[in-house]
C-alpha cells in the first residue's frame, strides 16, 4: 500500500468495488479501496442478489439496465464466477387500484425504453410460476430481464476487475480519521496514513462514522431485513426451468428459486431499526435471530401465495442489516462544503444498482459531470434538516414499511413532518389549508372546508372542484399564494455582476428590473431556470425551487470568484404572491409608494402597509401578479393586511395546485418535470431567453446544439380527450404504432376546461394540430398537439 493515491475508496462491498472498477476503467487507476475485514463483509455477503430492470423513474431504470448488461462483462474481465440467473420475473397486483397501477406502469415503462415486459392475465403468470396461489392476484406484470445473483462472487468480480486495470485494493484496512487538507484529504489507518484528493465514502453500515471523520452527518440509517431459504421444494426439483423472482405487493414478499428450493424476502410493516449511530466496527459477517412475532402477517401471506413450501422446511433465515436513506434511493455525490469529499451510500439494492451508481461517480469525478441525470440519487437533494436522528429515523422507517404499500401522487406521508413551517401557518391551517411539503417546508396545496379529507387516488380527486374554484379567483379576481416554497439567494460584492454574467446563459436585467435565466452545465444541459434580479443597489437575487437549495449552492460554489458573495436567504425571507386582475388593486391600497409604475418584470422595494417588501411584478399564473418578498418575522402580519385589503375584492387564498393548473394552461415549464440535467435548451424551449453574443458555461455545447441538426425531440402542449384522469409524467405518445415522445407533466387546466399536457415528441410531430394519442393511467387516449399557451396565448393578461 502507497502512501499517497488520487482516491480513496471507503468500504470494500458492492459499491465501493463498482466505483474501484469504474474509477479506473475510466482512465484514473491511482486508486485504492480500504475494507476494514473482507470483502463484501457488510451487507452484500447476506444480500438476496435480485436483479431487475424495472424502476419508474428514467434516470434509475438506465442506471439498473446498465448493471444487469455490466455484470455479464466484469465476469469475462474478471474470470471470477458471479453466478447469474436471468429467470424472468413477475409483479403481481392484488386489488383493483394495484392492477390499474401495473398498467399504467407497463406504459410509463415503455416511454422510457423497457420494453421487454408485459402484461399477463392471473393463469398466464402461474404458468411462469407453477408453484404459486393465484388467490386474489387481479394480473401480473412479467420482466424478462429479472433474476438474481451471487453476491460474494459479484463483489469479487468487481474488485478482481478493477485490479487488473491498474487499481488497488487492501482488506484488513480500517480507517480510523479523516484530516482535510489544502490539497485533499489525509486518511489515517490502522495501517499507516495515505494523502489523496479524493475520499469516497462507501462505507454501507459504516457510512455514517466514516461521514462524522469529516464532520458530516449523512441521512442514513441500518434496518433490519428478514428472508428465508426454504429446503428442497419437490414442485422446483420437478421443474424443467427456474421459477421466476416474483414479487407479491400486497403480499409484502419477494420470491426467487434457491438451488432446488426458494428465497421468500419480506418487507415487514412492523419495521425494525439497528445501530442507527452505525454499525459497530467488529460487526461484520453475523446476522441476528429472526423475529417470527414480527413478521408473522407476512410471512402467512407467503405462505399462502406459495403453498408448496408449507410442507418442507426452512433451511436457512437471514436477519440482517441493510443501510437506507430516508426515500430509499442511494446519496451520490460530492457532499456540500466538503471539496473531495464522494458519498456512494445507502445503496439498498446494491447489486441492482451498484454498477449505475459507480458509473455515475467515476464520471461525476473525473469529468465533472455524469452522463446521467443523478438528481434521484444525488447527496444534494437533502439539506441539514435531514441531519436530524428523529427524522432519519421517521423516514427511513416509512419508506421499509411501504416498500411494497402503494403511494398515491395525491397522497401525502406524514414520516418527518411537519418541520420547517412558515410563521402563517396556523392561521392558515385555521382557514383550511391542506398541506404539502417541499424539502423541509409545508407548502399549500389547496383551501378545503372544514373537515375535508382528500381521497387517495392515481385518477381526479374528490378535492378537484376546490382547486378549480381557486383557479377562478386566480383568473377573474385575486388570489393569495404563499411563496415561502421559492428559493431566494442574494449575491452581491464588486464582481457579482460579473460572475452571475458567467453562470447564466441568458442576458442580465437591468437595475430594478428580473430576467428569466437558464443555468447550463458545461455539457450544455440545464442547471437551472432561475429568475434573476436586479434590486439596483448593487444586489441581486436569484429565484428557484425551494427543494434545490442546497443543489445549487453546491454548484454555485463550484464555480466562484473573488470577490462575490452568495448567500441562501432560505431561513430569512418567505412571502405572498397576490395574483389575478385585481391582485394591483389591492396592492395598491397598502403600497405607500405608486405601485402603477412597477411593470411587467419590474422589481423594486416598497413599504406594503408596515413592512418593508421587496416586490417583484411577475407570477407563474400567467395572470397580473406581485410577488411580496418579506422577512420571515413579517409573514404573519402581511398575510393579515393583505387579506384585510382585499376583503372588497373578494380576495381568496389559493395553493400550488391552482398555481400548477394555471401555469399548465400557460404552457409555463417547471423544473424536475420539462426542465431537467438530462434535456438541454432547445429541446426545452429555454434557448430564446439565451444571449449568445457573450460567454457563459455550457456555451460551446449549446452553440454545437444549435447550429447542428438541433435536437431530436422537443417541447410541445398537448390537449388530450380524458374522461376521469389526467398525464402526469413519462406516459408515452403514440403516433398510429410509432412511440414518438412522452409527458414531462400533466393535469388539468381548470379555466381552458382542457385536461393538458407538455411533452416531450419528435420534431416531426410538434406542430400544432398533429393528431396523436397518449396513455392517461393505462388507457390510450386521443390527443392533439396545440398552440402554447392555449390560455391568454398574447400574455395580455400578466403584462396589462
Known sequence: MKSQYR????GGGVVGASVLYHLAKFGWSDVVMLERRRLASGSSWHAAGGVHALNADPNMASLQAY??????????????NIGMHMTGGLTLAGTPERWEWLQANY???QSIGIEDCELLSPEEAQRRCPIMSTDGVLGAMWADREG????????????????????????????EELIQTADGWKVVTDKGTITCEHVVNAAGLWAKQVGRMAGIELPVSPLKHHYLITDTVPEVAQADFEMPMTVDLEGFTYMRQDQKGVLVGIYEIDHEHWAMDGAPWNYGEELFQEQLDRIENELTLGFERYPSIQNVGIKTWVNGAFTFSPDGNPLVGPVPGKRGYWSACAVMAGFLQGGGVG?????????GEPEADAWPMDVARYGDFAQNKRYIRETTGQFYSRRFVMTYPNEQLPAGRPLKMAPAHDAMTEAGCKWGVSWDLEVPLYFAPKGFEETPTLKRSNAHDIVAEECKV??????????????RFEVSGPNAEVWLDKVMASKLPAPGRAKLAPMLGEDGRLKGDLTVLNWGDDTWWIMGSYYLRAWHMRWFDDHMIDGVNIRDLGEEYCGFAVVGPKSQAVVEKLAEQDISGLGFMGCDEFDIGLVRARVARMSVTGEKGYEINCRYGDHIALRRMLLEAGADEGIRECGFNAMLSTRLEKSFGIWSAEFTQAYTPGMTGMDRWIDWDKDFVGKDAALAERDGNGPAQVQVTLEIDALDADASGYEPIWSGEDRVGFVTSGGYGHYTGKSLAMALVERDKAEPGTELTVHVVGVERPACVIATSPYDPNGKAMRG
Not at 386566480?474 to 428559493?487: N, P, Q, T, Y
Open 474 to 487: 386566480i383568473r377573474e379576481g385575486v388570489g393569495l399564494l404563499d411563496i415561502s416554497g421559492f428559493s
Open 148 to 175: 438474481y445473483i451471487d453476491t460474494t462472487g459479484t463483489v469479487q468480480a468487481y474488485a478482481t476487475a478493477a485490479r487488473k486495470r491498474g487499481a488497488e485494493y487492501y482488506e484488513e484496512t480500517k480507517v
Open 359 to 367: 458509473k455515475t461517480l467515476a464520471e461525476w469525478m473525473i469529468h
Open 67 to 80: 448493471t444487469i448488461d455490466l455484470l455479464s462483462e466484469i465476469e469475462k474481465e474478471s474470470g471470477q
Open 107 to 109: 406504459r410509463i415503462f
Open 7 to 10: 482516491v480513496v475508496v471507503i
